[in-house]
């Protein structure tokens, strides 16, 4: 086989798994878009409507409590993960940290990336089972945090090192402080920032195995911080296993609303993105 055949042969190969792969994302959604989107048009009610008593054997209501307790759930988890995750990149940049001592800490970094998030789940849960404490939302705060905390910081990261040497030199060159010119250093890779926020908050969000030993399986409207919660998709994987009908068909109510935001999101970080784009420099 002359190279010209093995070109060809390979640009068909490649070709057939981007079709592939790009086949199977577009049958997975639609299927969860129409077969979902058919139950929010009959009652769309149940997106903020309250459980009713029997709603896991009967149905009776809606799944708002997921809805809340997902928001309550990644919301400061995500605030608090961004906030050492910032940091932390900051901190493995030339101006902090050797070179070696930088790429020890990716390193680890990449493993707790590639950590399934069933992990941190059981982590957490060993915590609360030590000190006497039940599952909550606090405990699944705390989880999804930890779950974050690696993707962001790899995303933040890697944009820091990607924003243009001449901020750094310049407000050395103005005579800037290291943590003036590290502030400046962050506003030129906001982009890469934001898509990493953007990206974390969609992981947690659609993660189940995390909160699934943490924050618990409640079918009532979050309370408070220390006590149980439920998130939309451990709310999928107890409704999906129901008997009854009614229930199965909340379930795929509940991943198209799942999906319909974190498509959401990806599109916002890539809007978001190119919009602070404009305003760094080479942008």
Same mark, same amino acid.
């Given at each position: 086989?002359n190279?010209y055949?093995? %070109?060809?042969?390979? =640009?068909?190969?490649?070709?057939?798994?981007?079709? /592939?792969?790009?086949g199977?994302m577009? /049958?997975?959604?639609?299927?969860?878009?129409?077969?979902?989107g058919?139950?929010?048009?009959?009652?769309?009610? &149940?997106?903020v409507?309250?459980?009713?008593?029997r709603?896991? /054997? @009967? $149905?009776?209501?809606?799944?708002?409590?997921?809805?809340?307790?997902?928001?309550?759930?990644v =919301?400061?988890?995500?605030?608090?993960?961004?906030?050492?995750?910032?940091?932390?990149?900051t901190?493995? %940049?030339?101006?902090?940290s050797?070179e070696?001592?930088?790429?020890?800490? !990716?390193m #680890?970094? !990449?493993?707790?990336? $590639?950590?399934?998030?069933i992990?941190?789940g059981?982590?957490?849960?060993?915590?609360?089972i030590?000190?006497?404490? %039940?599952?909550? *939302?606090?405990f699944?705060v705390?989880?999804?945090?930890? #779950? %974050?905390y690696p993707?962001?910081?790899?995303?933040?990261d890697?944009?820091?090192?990607?924003?243009?040497?001449?901020?750094?030199?310049?407000?050395?060159? *103005?005579?800037?402080?290291r943590? @003036?010119?590290?502030r400046?250093?962050?506003?030129?890779?906001a982009?890469?920032?934001?898509a990493?926020?953007?990206?974390?908050f969609a992981?947690?969000?659609?993660?189940?195995?995390t909160?699934l030993?943490?924050?618990?399986?409640?079918?009532?409207?979050? =309370? $408070? *911080? #220390?006590d149980?919660?439920t998130?939309?998709p451990v709310?999928?994987?107890?409704?999906?296993?129901s008997? !009854?009908? @009614?229930v199965?068909?909340?379930?795929?109510?509940a991943?198209?609303?799942?999906?319909?935001?974190?498509?959401?999101? &990806?599109l916002?970080?890539?809007?978001?993105?190119?919009?602070?784009?404009?305003?760094?420099?080479?942008g």
């Open positions: 086989m190279r055949a093995k %070109q060809r042969l390979f =640009g068909a190969a490649v070709r057939a798994a981007a079709l /592939l792969v790009v199977v577009v /049958l997975v959604v639609s299927v969860t878009l129409v077969r979902g058919r139950v929010l048009l009959t009652d769309p009610a &149940i997106v409507t309250p459980p009713g008593s709603y896991m /054997l @009967e $149905g009776t209501g809606g799944f708002l409590h997921a809805v809340l307790g997902s928001v309550f759930v =919301g400061p988890a995500t605030a608090i993960s961004m906030v050492f995750a910032v940091s932390t990149a901190y493995l %940049q030339s101006d902090y050797s070696r001592f930088s790429e020890s800490v !990716n #680890f970094l !990449n493993v707790l990336w $590639g950590t399934p998030p992990v941190y059981v982590f957490v849960l060993t915590i609360i030590a000190i006497g404490a %039940q599952t909550s *939302l606090f699944g705390v989880a999804i945090a930890i #779950f %974050q993707i962001m910081t790899r995303y933040t890697e944009a820091l090192r990607a924003a243009p040497d001449g901020v750094r030199e310049s407000t050395y060159g *103005l005579g800037a402080t943590f @003036e010119s590290a400046m250093t962050v506003r030129a890779a982009p890469g920032i934001i990493g926020l953007i990206m974390g992981r947690g969000i659609g993660d189940a195995a909160v030993f943490t924050t618990g399986r409640s079918t009532r409207m979050p =309370g $408070g *911080l #220390f149980a919660a998130t939309l709310l999928i994987f107890d409704q999906a296993m008997f !009854n009908p @009614e199965r068909s909340h379930a795929y109510a991943s198209f609303v799942l999906t319909v935001v974190v498509l959401g999101l &990806i916002v970080s890539k809007l978001l993105a190119g919009r602070y784009a404009r305003y760094t420099p080479g």
